[in-house]
T-cell receptor, first 111, second 114 residues
Framework: DAKTTQPTSMDCAEGRAANLPCNHS???????VYWYRQIHSQGPQYIIH???NNETNEMASLIITEDRKSSTLILPHATLRDTAVYYC????????????FGQGTRLTINP | DTGVSQDPRHKITKRGQNVTFRCDPI?????LYWYRQTLGQGPEFLTY????????KSRLLSDRFSAERPKGSFSTLEIQRTEQGDSAMYLC????????????FGPGTRLTVT
């Protein structure tokens, strides 16, 4: 079972920041937080990952709370092409490192 | 395009027939994964290869399913005696060897069993 809890759906206006929350209260010390998204009819796409520090790349920022029990993915200037299902995944770096997907958050960017 | 490719993209088959899907990972990625995704659900892990060795299989992978990666490059997933419940998107992903690399997904093969 997935170790994360996410809202089922969210809406955001185009051009605004989209903030997607994720709860992972049972995360272990050696587990990373990964975010993927899946645009309709495509395979999932990696966005960002982190252990305990905040991370930023060209796509998004990841804010992880100090106790690591929750995180927020931030898309700073959402566009219509960011409409997708966003998956928050807790993943160990040991073993096969398979991804365990939950239901994700369906983010809709509105014009 | 140097991404993960899958073939075919769509497959319609009748119940009881066998089907085979192919995945070509990103060159030099030695890890390869298969996932299955049904409508409205997130992808579910099926199996994992490191080079040609199949190192982990989910209990979702029944005896009718078999996966191979004979030369450590491309992989095939075969489903024998297909059932309507096998209708799903079959996704392949690859990653480099190492503790913390992301997985790169292909576009998937959509299987419809009638």
């Amino acid at each position: 079972d997935a170790k994360t809890t996410q809202p089922t759906s969210m809406d955001c206006a185009e051009g605004r920041a989209a903030n997607l929350p994720c709860n992972h209260s049972t995360i272990s010390g050696n587990e990373y937080v990964y975010w993927y998204r899946q645009i309709h009819s495509q395979g999932p796409q990696y966005i960002i990952h982190g252990l305990k520090n905040n991370e930023t790349n060209e796509m998004a920022s990841l804010i992880i709370t100090e106790d690591r029990k929750s995180s927020t993915l931030i898309l700073p200037h959402a566009t219509l092409r960011d409409t997708a299902v966003y998956y928050c995944i807790v993943r160990t770096i040991q073993g096969a490192q398979k991804l365990v997907f939950g239901q994700g958050t369906r983010l809709t960017i509105n014009p | 395009d140097t991404g993960v490719s899958q073939d075919p993209r769509h497959k319609i088959t009748k119940r009881g027939q066998n089907v085979t899907f192919r995945c070509d990972p990103i060159s030099e990625h030695n890890r390869l994964y298969w996932y299955r995704q049904t409508l409205g659900q997130g992808p579910e892990f099926l199996t994992y290869f490191q080079n040609e060795a199949q190192l982990e299989k989910s209990r979702l992978l029944s005896d009718r399913f078999s996966a191979e990666r004979p030369k450590g490059s491309f992989s095939t997933l075969e489903i024998q005696r297909t059932e309507q419940g096998d209708s799903a998107m079959y996704l392949c992903a690859s990653s480099p060897r190492g503790p913390n690399y992301e997985q790169y997904f292909g576009p998937g093969t959509r299987l419809t069993v009638t």
